[in-house]
């Protein structure tokens, strides 16, 4: 833990920076970035994606590089990023600028992030449905702050738990592209879709020659205790890499249940209904277990199709290619029986299936070590802003 400052003075906010204000239409800001609040990550200070100007037409805010941009509206979302480039943002952001002679420019944003800064923000926010704060209100509000000597060495330890985030971050975007990559490469599904069908080298089946679908059915009985489990779509949120769907909210006695249908482990499944298939989820189940129903299954012809390729062929193509979405998007049996399948031999499927997994592994392990940094993070600056705030 960082030892706390032994000096510290008080500082009201309009004494470390200035709220830059200054408002452009986006068709003359002769800018090539727009930052909307939807652009920026919580927690994170580095702005990984952006809008076009274009795309845009009531009136933003301009900014320089080193910029702050501090999401004003609902602020508990916990929006600062640094520009690294000019631009502009939406007016439900404030942009500010550090005062160089009270607080280091890299040491502000850092401090923003801090839970010491950002109860505070909420604090005087103001709005019950859109909670939004006004520069007036943060202006004079006072907080203690370290000599910019201490302020300095901050910055080098904040910064260096900060690029190890990113790094992170990094490797684990490019593990994914890679990924989804090689899934279209190998499989020979790069361009497929529902009006094109398969054009590739391997033979091709149909899904009713190849799989059952079959939705779950029911509600059972829940019991702690029971001895199967029972998968809801929220269930893949617990199952972060959920190729292996391992892990159900409940379980009930299947013998008390006859009615409830019971998948065995090998079973495809994957969210039917609503906004989750737009997601991609798609699993396999590790256990036995029954379904709600909400989810849909593929119970696979073990002789021609291994559930871990069938589950790769579907992450690639992507499952709402062929959903209903005319009103509720859906999927259902008449949608996955005629679907057209690319079937290598079994060898090579496994074969397929092995690769993929083994970067599918990589990239978990870089997801799993990007959270464990990530909440490091969160702790160094923590003890880094432990002062006692000055109330007006």
């Excluded at 010491?116 to 006072?142: D, Q, Y």
């Excluded at 769907?245 to 065995?264: D, G, M, W, Y």
């Excluded at 396999?284 to 790769?312: C, F, K, Q, V």
Aim: hydrophobic share 40%; glycine share 4%.
């Amino acid at each position: 833990m960082l030892e706390r400052p032994s000096k510290l003075t008080s500082y009201r906010f309009d004494q470390l920076a200035d709220q830059i204000n200054q408002r452009v239409m986006p068709a003359e800001a002769d800018v090539e970035r727009y930052i909307g609040l939807e652009h920026l990550d919580p927690d994170s200070l580095r702005i990984r994606r952006w809008g076009d100007p274009s795309e845009v037409e009531s009136t933003k805010l301009r900014f320089e590089p080193g910029d702050i941009i501090f999401g004003k509206r609902r602020v508990y979302q916990r929006k600062v990023a640094v520009a690294d480039t000019e631009g502009i943002c939406s007016a439900h952001a404030m942009v500010l600028r550090a005062k160089p002679d009270t607080v280091l420019p890299e040491f502000l944003p850092f401090f923003m992030q801090s839970d010491l800064f950002m109860e505070r923000a909420l604090s005087i926010s103001v709005g019950s449905l859109s909670p939004t704060i006004n520069w007036k209100a943060l202006a004079k509000e006072k907080f203690l702050l370290p000599p910019i000597q201490e302020q300095a060495r901050l910055v080098e330890v904040l910064k260096a738990s900060t690029d190890n985030v990113d790094r992170l971050f990094d490797l684990a975007n490019r593990t994914e592209e890679l990924l989804d990559s090689l899934i279209l490469e190998s499989l020979e599904i790069r361009g497929f879709a529902r009006s094109e069908g398969y054009k590739g080298r391997f033979q091709v089946a149909t899904g009713e020659d190849v799989y059952t679908a079959k939705s779950g059915n029911g509600e059972p009985t829940f019991d702690d205790e029971g001895d199967t489990l029972f998968f809801k779509v929220a269930d893949f949120n617990r199952n972060p890499d959920h190729r292996a769907l391992q892990t159900a909210e409940t379980r009930f006695h299947a013998a008390t249940n006859p009615s409830i249908r019971v998948f065995k482990p090998g079973t495809v499944i994957f969210p039917k209904r609503g906004a989750s298939i737009f997601l991609n989820k798609i699993g396999i189940l590790s256990h036995a277990a029954a379904l709600d129903p909400n989810l849909m299954a593929l119970e696979p012809d073990t002789s021609s199709a291994s559930a871990e390729y069938l589950m790769w062929f579907f992450k690639g193509v992507g499952l709402w290619r062929f959903a209903d979405t005319t009103s509720v998007p859906q999927l259902n049996h008449k949608h996955l029986k005629p679907i057209p399948l690319p079937l290598p031999s079994l060898d090579d499927q496994n074969d397929l299936a092995g690769k993929l997994s083994q970067i599918a592994d990589a990239l978990a392990d870089t997801k799993r070590r990007l959270e464990q940094a990530q909440e490091n993070q969160i702790r160094i600056r923590e003890s880094a802003f432990t002062a006692t705030e000055v109330r007006n």
